[in-house]
Structure formats: C-alpha cells, structure tokens
T-cell receptor, first 115, second 108 residues
Framework: DGGITQSPKYLFRKEGQNVTLSCEQNLNHDAMYWYRQDPGQGLRLIYYSQIVNDFQKGDIAEGYSVSREKKESFPLTVTSAQKNPTAFYLC??????????????FGPGTRLTVL | QKEVEQNSGPLSVPEGAIASLNCTYSDRVSQSFFWYRQYSGKSPELIMSIYSNGDKEDGRFTAQLNKASQYVSLLIRDSQPSDSATYLCAVGNNDMRFGAGTRLTVKP
C-alpha cells in the first residue's frame, strides 16, 4: 500500500524543547516538502528537498531544521528557536523535483501543541 | 497582495445544487493549477489538476482555467453533504503557492 506516513499524529512540546516530526514515503518520489498550516491561512512552505542529501529553505524556515539521508525519509525538527510552533504540520511528496509543476500528495499530518 | 486568493466563505449551497469555488492568482507565468479538498482536522487530498486554458471534467467536478484573467475555478455539480469541506486552490510555477481555502457547506 503506497503512501506517505507521518508520526506522531499529535505531539506536545514543552517550552525550550526540540521535537522531531517523522515523514516517510514509499511512492519512490524524488521531492519531499514540509508545510505548516495555521487556522485561516494557506499552507506555508518550511523546507523542501529535491534529492537525497540536498534541501532548500522555504518561506518560513527559521526555527526548523531537516535532513534527507534517504529518499524515503524527510524528518523535520522544530527547535526551541521557533517561537510559535503550535500548528498543523504537513509533509508532502511529488514524483519529480520540479517544485511547482507536479502534483503534491500529502501525508495525514502532525498536530503540534506547545504547552 | 496575496499570491493566491480565495473567498474564505463559508459558501452554503443546498444538496443537489452546483457549488462554484473561485481562485485568482498573481503570478502571470504560473503553469500548473490544483484543487484540493480538506476535511476538518485532515490533510488535503487532490481533486483535480489543470494545466491548459478551458474546462476539465472529472465526474461531478469541473475545473476551469483562464490564464489571461489569472483565474481558476472549481464547479461541483449535484453537491452532496459529504462535499462539505474546505477547498484549497494551489498554483505552481517554480514553486507551489496555496490559497487559504474556501469553506463549503452543503445542506441536506
């Protein structure tokens, strides 16, 4: 069964903690993305990766970090430097590396809440 | 100016009616256009993609693209209560930009 998985579904973070959100895909897609969604706002791009061992900052990368050591995996770390991390985080992937041209498919999301 | 604009709604239509969702975009050289449906608390799921001017139909859904007017729309025929969701418009060129979404309610 091909798809994108994200874990955990819900995550609670204390002030000053770093947390890592998992994203795995078995679609053999080259490109992977992380978005943040806040109520009433569109999706905002945090980071994207077009190929293993390479990634680029999106519009709101400050306070976040990523790695792409395997084609299937693109974890996102929310660091303590991110001042307002409470949001719904969505991972997506697309077949090719052309960011805006191919359909992006989304995982189920992780809802992060800061306590 | 927002790059991708949608009326936030809520848009309310009776069951069986046609729902019309609109989206305008600012990047004149955009090449790809997508409509996603997002149920409350869930992730977006693709409804349709469209790349050329004109209409594209898929079942009860029709996407319409007018690049000259920088406008893309989604029509949902025979609307069902299960269509009640937020509909996101996405526009792509070198990157992908998403609108904030239009919330649709279909009343039985």
């Amino acid at each position: 069964d091909g798809g994108i998985t994200q874990s955990p579904k819900y995550l609670f973070r204390k002030e000053g903690q770093n947390v890592t959100l998992s994203c795995e895909q078995n679609l053999n897609h080259d490109a992977m993305y992380w978005y943040r969604q806040d109520p009433g706002q569109g999706l905002r791009l945090i980071y994207y990766s077009q190929i293993v061992n390479d990634f680029q900052k999106g519009d709101i990368a400050e306070g976040y970090s990523v790695s792409r050591e395997k084609k299937e995996s693109f974890p996102l770390t929310v660091t303590s430097a991110q001042k307002n991390p409470t949001a719904f985080y969505l991972c997506a992937s697309s077949i090719r590396a052309g960011m805006g041209l191919d359909t992006q498919y989304f995982g189920p999301g992780t809802r992060l809440t800061v306590l | 100016q927002k790059e991708v604009e949608q009326n936030s709604g809520p848009l309310s239509v009776p069951e069986g009616a046609i729902a019309s969702l609109n989206c305008t975009y600012s990047d004149r050289v955009s090449q790809s256009f997508f409509w996603y449906r997002q149920y409350s608390g869930k992730s977006p799921e693709l409804i349709m993609s469209i790349y050329s001017n004109g209409d594209k139909e898929d079942g009860r859904f029709t996407a319409q693209l007018n690049k000259a007017s920088q406008y893309v729309s989604l029509l949902i025929r025979d609307s069902q209560p299960s269509d009640s969701a937020t509909y996101l418009c996405a526009v792509g060129n070198n990157d992908m930009r998403f609108g904030a979404g239009t919330r649709l309610t279909v009343k039985p």
